[in-house]
C-alpha cells in the first residue's frame, strides 16, 4: 500500500505560482498524478506522469502553466504551478495509480491511492 502526503498550498495572488509536493511511502511502480476539486464541483484531472517520467499528460486548462515532475530515488511528485488564475482554487490531491493496470488515464477512479489533499488558494 501506497501512502501520500500532499504538501505546499497556500494562498497565493493571481499570477503568482506555488509548487506542490507529494510525498509517498514508494512510487517507483505508480503511474503518478494531480487532480483537484473545487468547492461543488467534480474532482478533475490536472496532471499525470509515467513511471520514468518520460510522458506526461495535462489537462487543457492547466497545460502550459503547469509541470508535472517526478523524483523516484525520493519517492516525491511535484507540481509546479505558474501564472495562477481564481478559477484554479481548489483541494489538490496526489493519486498513485499501480503501472500493472496500464499507463496515464484521465479518470480518477482508476488511480487506487489518494492523499488527504492540500488546499490552493488564488486570489484575483
Known amino acids: 500500500q501506497v501512502q501520500l502526503v500532499e504538501t505546499g498550498g497556500g494562498l497565493v495572488q493571481a499570477g503568482g505560482s506555488l509548487r506542490l509536493s507529494c510525498a509517498a511511502s514508494?512510487?517507483?511502480?505508480?503511474?503518478m498524478a494531480w487532480f483537484r476539486q473545487a468547492p461543488g464541483k467534480e474532482r478533475e484531472f490536472v496532471a499525470a506522469i509515467t513511471r520514468s517520467g518520460g510522458t506526461t499528460d495535462y489537462a487543457d486548462s492547466v497545460n502550459g502553466r503547469f509541470t508535472i515532475s517526478r523524483e523516484n530515488a525520493k519517492n516525491t511528485v511535484h507540481l509546479q504551478m505558474n501564472s495562477l488564475k481564481p478559477e484554479d482554487t481548489a483541494v489538490y490531491y496526489c493519486a498513485a495509480r499501480p503501472v500493472v493496470y496500464g499507463t496515464i488515464v484521465r479518470n480518477p477512479t482508476e488511480y487506487r491511492y489518494w492523499g488527504q489533499g492540500t488546499q490552493v488558494t488564488v486570489s484575483s
Open positions: 514508494g512510487i517507483s511502480n505508480y503511474v
